[in-house]
């Protein structure tokens, strides 16, 4: 059966470029069912043609991307991918997209480039296809579950009654919305240093880390060579680079180089690896969303060097690729929907689990 994809951008070129990319491929058997130049164009043509999936321009006119996501998540769910320019000023709105229920992005070039434009065909394709195989039921459960809002303040201290010096998270596919979930519910006074590895673009990971930070209660900021890791501050590894934690004589803290080259940048198992020689046991290791396995193997070196490993559920998951990973070798003691990751985690630091 055809997978039916609907284009939305408000230039034609783009629009032709982004069909042909995706027609081309005749192993899937992916077919654009229609295109459309605005988001109120885009509406009218879900109704009528009923894509599986929506690539959706951040910048139109008339009806801009957010708004016609905003009114896609709240009437009928879909898969929607956005298409955004490869830049500083793309990743804010691109990152409140994946706030209000988008699955994931892709990072166009610009058309003024147009031979860098098939750079993207494969990610493109890729991300339908993981997009595809999303039913739309279980994404509204999701968005329903997980849904932005403020939290309140939070005047409750976590007692850690552990020698746990760490949190350490990996995720990719659908991380950003589980973060924006999940770190807002940590108190100011939360008594670890985190570090998180999100696969991103470059660019997109400072911009990430200051849309948290208004968010949530503890400090979160991109990481620079050197940070040193304490508790109530979250660093996020650097788009683009590799970041490792190694201990050193007032602690721990962060070492972000530019190899080794690996498929991720930053890459979760690189990641996870170093944590597991230096913190033992001294660590909570959290594997959420994502497509893929990258994470898995770091995550098991965790687990088997005294860490407490917890992998997000099936349930909650946008895409369970890296957790179901983790699970089949044995590297999660705990597998939980994302609802219950932070009880879970206070029950680790209390002694109640």
């Known amino acids: 059966m055809a997978i039916k994809v609907l284009v939305v951008d408000d230039s034609a070129f783009m629009r032709q470029v982004l069909t042909r990319m995706l027609e081309e491929d005749r192993e899937h058997g992916i077919e654009v069912v229609a295109t459309a130049r605005d988001g109120a164009d885009a509406l009218a043509k879900i109704a009528a043609f009923k894509p599986d999936v929506v690539t959706l321009d951040v910048d139109m006119p008339n009806m801009d991307g957010l708004e016609c996501l ?61 997009a595809s195989a999303i039913k739309p039921t279980k994404l509204k459960t999701i968005n329903d579950q997980t849904s932005v809002k403020p939290q ?48 991103m673009p470059k660019e997109f990971t400072k ?39 190694v201990r050193n004589g007032n602690g721990l803290k962060v070492v972000i180089t530019e190899e080794p080259v690996l498929l991720f940048k930053p890459s979760v198992d690189y990641l996870f690896d170093s944590i597991a020689k230096c913190c033992k046991d001294k660590v909570i290791g959290l594997i959420m969303t994502g497509m893929g396995s990258d994470g898995a193997i770091g995550m098991k070196k965790m687990r088997d060097a005294g860490a407490r490993t917890i992998a997000e559920s099936e ?21 939980e929907s994302l609802p219950l990751i932070f009880p879970k985690i206070e029950a680790i630091l209390t002694q109640k689990a």
């Open 70 to 130: 905003a009114k896609i998540m709240s009437d009928s769910p879909l898969p929607v991918i956005m298409v955004s320019s490869f830049t500083i000023a793309g990743a804010e709105p691109t990152l409140k997209a994946l706030e209000l229920g988008a699955i994931d992005y892709i990072t166009k070039p610009s058309v003024s480039v147009p031979e860098l434009l098939n750079t993207i065909k494969e990610d493109l394709i890729k991300k339908v296809l993981t």
């Open 315 to 335: 349930d909650s998951c946008v895409v369970f690729g890296m957790p179901r990973v983790a699970i089949e070798m044995g590297g999660a003691e705990f597998v």
């Open 152 to 199: 309140p303040a939070s005047t409750s201290e976590i007692v850690n009654l552990t020698s746990l010096e760490l949190l350490a998270i990996g995720s990719s596919t659908g991380g950003p919305r589980a973060l924006y979930y999940l770190l807002p519910l940590l108190p100011k006074n939360f008594p670890l240093g985190v570090v998180i590895a999100q696969h």
């Open 207 to 245: 911009v990430f880390a200051q849309r948290l930070d208004t968010l949530c209660q503890v400090e979160v900021r991109e990481a620079v060579d050197g940070d040193q890791i304490k508790p109530g501050l979250v660093l996020i590894a650097p788009a683009g680079k590799q970041t490792a934690v």
